[in-house]
């Protein structure tokens, strides 16, 4: 194999892109921000040029796949649910468990999870005989 047959091993093939010229990026989140990035560095043939040309670069000697690449967010700042922005403050955390009040037996993990009887009150007879119309209650 050649040195120009031989492909760069930081270029990803992906097929032609044809007739799109703008994309529009809705949110500022991690994933749009993800997206910007990547199709900033998309060339003209699919390649995403991964750490062998800047976005500058790219744009500077139009090898880009988009004229334009648009990011769309509704707050003054990036960053979706990770914004620290003031409006991000106001962000209340989900409530965890506390797990000091769980008293499980930890010497013998693989008693933490015990299956109910079933059979103690019939549930497996009455399932063979349940339904959609006729359901186990």
Known sequence: MTQ?????????????LTGIKSVGIIGGGPSGIATLYELTRTLKDGAISFKTKSAKEIEDKKLGAFENVVLFERHPTVGGVWSLSSSGLKNVDPPLPDFNVVKKDWEHFENIYVKPDFSKDGL?????DSSFEKPVN
């Open 4 to 16: 120009e047959s031989k492909p760069e091993a930081t270029l990803e093939r992906q097929p032609k």
């Open 124 to 128: 497996e007879e009455k399932l063979k």
